[in-house]
């Protein structure tokens, strides 16, 4: 996933928000501060990152700094504006301002416009292109959103990922993305054993992921993978490509922890259910 670049936010004002995602982490090396250190001593919330952040340069003495980013990332605000950035994004930081930004752009009406500024003005943060600017609270990017945030903007609920993500990213236009979680996981969902990787990767759109990897299931002796789910309605279908398994959605609003599920305080006593009665049944 160039990264799982996307989040709402809620105004009624023109959307220019750049830079709304957030990464899980930031490239920092011994003695170096984190990009998001960076951006707090200069006066800026540290969700004003995207994800995906591989490394960044900064001149204190001219301001001109860059960042980068492990791939080209685009995705939609509020469903109405899409976003773009490149993989390498450049310009000026001062305190309170980033200015002659290069590298992030939105889409309006049937417009790419490059955001050129953004200024920390009293509570707000004020998006530029230059011709027209929009304002947001500057709380809205105190913190940084992780890929269990993105999976619900694809409709999806958090609990189908476990605790445990360190960093996600996403494709630009193919929706292919790697989600890493900080080691191998396994645990029991009612009759069921569930494995997760290290490393997941598919395909996701709205209420679908495909060419899933990286997630098995265990039906009787047998390890089998799980290649899709699909969000219908109130129910949440797992495939394993011979047979396939439908869960009521509720099931899912919050992450599973390694090792004890969902409920790592009363393990026997939450049950898992399912809809129209139906077990792992042939597709």
Request: proline share 3%.
């Amino acid at each position: 996933m160039g990264s799982f670049c996307r989040r709402n936010l809620t105004s009624s004002s023109m959307v220019f928000p750049i830079l709304i995602i957030l990464s899980s982490f930031a490239y920092c090396e011994v003695g170096k501060p984190s990009a998001y250190d960076v951006l707090q001593q200069y006066d800026f919330p540290i969700g004003i990152l995207p994800i995906g952040v591989t490394g960044y340069e900064l001149n204190t003495e001219t301001g001109y700094f860059s960042i980068y980013l492990s791939g080209t990332c685009t995705f939609s605000v509020e469903n109405s504006y899409q976003l773009e950035y490149n993989s390498t994004i450049s310009g000026f930081l001062s305190k309170g301002r980033l200015s002659d930004l290069k590298g992030v752009s939105v889409k309006v009406f049937f417009f790419w416009l490059s955001i050129v500024e953004v200024v920390h003005v009293g509570n707000d943060l004020q998006f530029s292109v230059g011709i027209a600017s929009a304002n947001f609270p500057a709380s809205n990017f105190d913190e940084r959103p992780h890929s269990y945030e993105a999976l619900e903007e694809y409709d999806f609920p958090v609990g189908i990922l476990p605790k445990g993500v360190l960093s996600y990213e996403v494709g630009n236009s193919t929706g292919e993305f790697s989600v890493y979680l900080n080691g191998s996981c396994t645990f029991s969902i009612d009759s069921y054993e569930l494995k997760y990787k290290s490393t997941i990767t598919g395909v996701i759109t709205n209420d679908k992921i495909s060419s899933l990897s990286g997630i098995k299931v265990k039906v009787l002796f047998l390890w089998l993978s799980i290649v899709t789910v699909v969000r219908d309605e109130d129910e949440i279908e797992f495939s394993v490509g011979i047979a396939s398994a439908d869960f009521a959605v509720s099931n899912f609003v919050e992450s599973p922890t390694c090792g004890c599920g969902f409920d790592c305080v009363n393990v026997n006593q939450r049950k898992i259910k399912f809809d129209d009665q139906s077990q792992l049944s042939s597709a």
